[in-house]
């Protein structure tokens, strides 16, 4: 009885709102935001463990958070205006009131499920619903989760993807390292090069000065070296005063340094995670960057490719996801043909 007059009296709530809303306005918030929608009574029970599902901690210069998780009551008056927000996940079951314009095109033939919607309150929103059965949504909610978190991760890879090749791809420059160097990379067309012997240095054109700073670079030894992290952050100091003129000397935080193998590359590569600081303590300036030592027995050489970034005041996240794919992209030798 509770239940039932709990989705009757959401109903009226939502109903009341939906005079107030256009669809055709823009939808607003971080797409990191995600409003959730639940009973009071079930995000008492499951909230901490959906918060700790969609919100991981992903290493930049700290542990950040993946995604901002906001609970809303489906009675708060707060539902009405944060229900126009980018990103929505709807919890409750197919009859509560606040899962009926969702599930509009149908209701799942099986419960506990996933369904995603778009532009149910606003113009470019994304709204996620977990359809929970009558009874044990506890469980059901907790068997959704994995799935649920994997979706919104790839979704905002997605996101990042697309928004940083909005200049397009760079391919004459692609196209150049191919032939010139003996390597290639697939960068966005804002990156331009500067070369200095065997020393490729790729900076952002679209960068904000003293805000916002992302540099690519790549270099070379002859041979074959199978390196230890030190050795690694070691080859970084050679080439950091030509990298970065402007910040040579850069300190390493030597108690945040991740290292890992790197997959579907030949046996030896890795790369190397950490935080780099400015010497000069009385201009404190800190980002993170990754290093990636790559063997290419084709070309009998060892590639260095780091990524670095400046970005004070920003969230890392993105900017990590954008490094990655750059780099994922590098390749030597007939791949980079």
Known sequence: MKSARLSVIASLVLTAGCGAIDRTQPAHGEVTSLIVIAADTLW????????????????????????????????????????????????????????????????????????????????????????????????????LLPTLGERLDERFREHVRSRMFLSDVNEELRDSLESQAGFSLTLPNLYRPDVDGNLYVFR????????????ISVTWREGLHELTPEEVLAWRDTIATRVFPTTPGQAIDREQVHVRALPNRPEGSIEVHSVWQSPDRTLPAAGPFLNRVILCPEQNRTYFVEAWLFAPGRR?????IQFETLLDAFECGNAAR
């Open 44 to 143: 008492e029970e499951v909230g901490d463990t959906i918060q700790a599902a969609l919100e991981p901690r992903i290493f930049t210069v700290r542990n950040e958070k993946a995604f901002e998780v906001t609970h809303v009551s489906p009675l708060s008056e707060d539902w009405i205006e944060l229900r126009r927000f980018r990103q929505v996940l709807a919890v409750g079951r197919s009859d509560d009131g606040w899962m009926e314009p969702i599930l509009a095109a149908g209701t799942p033939a099986e419960v506990p499920a996933i369904v995603e919607n778009a532009d149910i309150w606003a113009s470019g929103q994304t709204v996620t619903a977990l359809v929970l059965p009558g009874e044990g949504s506890a469980a059901a909610i907790r068997e």
């Open 316 to 320: 890392k996240y993105e900017y990590m």
């Open 204 to 215: 952002s054109s679209n960068d904000v000065g003293g805000q916002l700073a992302r540099v």
